[in-house]
């Protein structure tokens, strides 16, 4: 499944297919990146992050794309499970500036 | 546990009061935040503290008053609440760039 866009859409997907997160960032001049996921009542948790000379950042079942060409980040989760629904944000921070949130995206487990 | 805690997680009182919550990082990060997270789940900052001194403050009326005794706290105090007060209310910390969340305290101004 794959989402696109800063509104909070619902992303349904598959368990055991792999998810696509996309987050369109507004600054050009944002140099770090970082994804938070947030389960229902609780805070949001950091997931990976990635800075502006890497184009591609992998962690456990989880890969973070930049493309600072056309301002896009993507967060890929592989074969999605039950406890990775929740709300994932993308953040963008500035040089020198405070991190900005995106509005989040609602992934959604199905059996 | 390590961690950022919050105090209360539910807050429920009727417009006009005046509240606090209180925020702990055991973490040693020297920078705290507080951030409001309103009912679409959009997360915005509000205020955030390096080592006790205020660094960031939004465009946030001036009833919110952050408050920071020491750099592992930051409350909030909130006086005369409003209806469009209601929200989930997040501390955070960190010490570079990585942000720590609390477990939020969810307001309710009736």
């Known amino acids: 499944g794959e989402s696109v866009g800063l509104h909070l859409p619902t992303l349904s997907v598959q368990e055991g297919d792999n998810s696509i997160i996309n987050c369109a960032y507004s600054n050009s001049a944002s140099d770090y990146f970082i994804w938070y996921k947030q389960e229902s009542g609780k805070g949001p948790q950091f997931i990976i992050d990635?800075?502006?000379?890497?184009d591609k950042r992998q962690g456990q079942r989880v890969t973070v794309l930049l493309n600072k060409t056309v301002k896009h980040l993507s967060l890929q989760i592989a074969a999605t499970q039950p406890g990775d629904s929740a709300v994932y944000f993308c953040?963008?921070?500035?040089?020198?500036?405070?991190?900005?949130f995106g509005a989040g995206t609602q992934v959604v487990v199905t059996p | 546990d390590t961690a950022v805690s919050q105090t209360p997680k539910y807050l429920v009182t009727q417009m006009g009061n005046d509240k606090s919550i209180k925020c702990e990082q055991n973490l040693g990060h020297d920078t705290m935040y507080w951030y409001k997270q309103d009912s679409k789940k959009f997360l915005k900052i509000m205020f955030s503290?390096?080592?006790?001194?205020?660094?960031i403050n939004e465009t946030v009326p001036n009833r919110f008053s952050p408050k920071s005794p020491d750099k592992a706290h930051l409350n909030l105090h909130i006086n005369s609440l409003e209806l469009g007060d209601s929200a989930v209310y997040f501390c955070a910390s960190s010490l570079r760039t990585e942000q720590y969340f609390g477990p939020g305290t969810r307001l309710t101004v009736t």
């Open positions: 953040a963008e921070r500035p040089t020198g500036g405070k991190l900005q």
């Open positions: 503290y390096n080592n006790k001194e205020l660094i």
């Open positions: 990635i800075r502006s000379n890497m």
